[in-house]
């Protein structure tokens, strides 16, 4: 069984920054691209960074190109997304998940707030 465990989010003010990790479990974790999506009430789920199953190479989407790094742990089945510079419209729930999505399955997501 598939599961996604996601952490870190939280309430952090414009500029700051938050690091989130995804446990991974249920599926061959080395082999899978991984990516980090976000969501918002009443939009679709979007991309946000992805990595390849070794980490060696990475891609974002332009919003964030420059100040979120995606990075991964094999050995501890865990992604993480190292978010800086953070701004307003950062806010969504993220997501973990592999790249691109191959089942139904998901996380209960980690909300980031960025507010003054």
């Known amino acids: 069984q598939v599961q996604l465990v996601e952490s870190g989010g939280g309430l952090v003010q414009p500029g700051g920054s938050l690091r989130l990790s995804c446990a991974a479990s249920?599926?061959?974790?080395?082999?899978?691209?991984m990516a980090w999506y976000r969501q918002t009430p009443g939009k679709e789920r979007e991309l946000v960074a992805s990595?390849?199953?070794?980490?060696?190479?990475?891609g974002y989407t332009d919003s964030v190109k420059g100040r979120f790094a995606i990075s991964r742990d094999n050995a501890k089945n865990t992604v993480y997304l190292q978010m800086t510079s953070l701004k307003p419209e950062d806010t969504a729930v993220y997501y973990c998940?592999?790249?691109?999505?191959?089942?139904?399955?998901w996380g209960q997501g980690t909300q980031v707030t960025v507010s003054s």
């Open positions: 249920g599926f061959t974790f080395s082999i899978n691209a």
């Open positions: 998940n592999t790249q691109p999505v191959t089942g139904t399955d």
């Open positions: 990595i390849s199953s070794s980490g060696g190479s990475t």
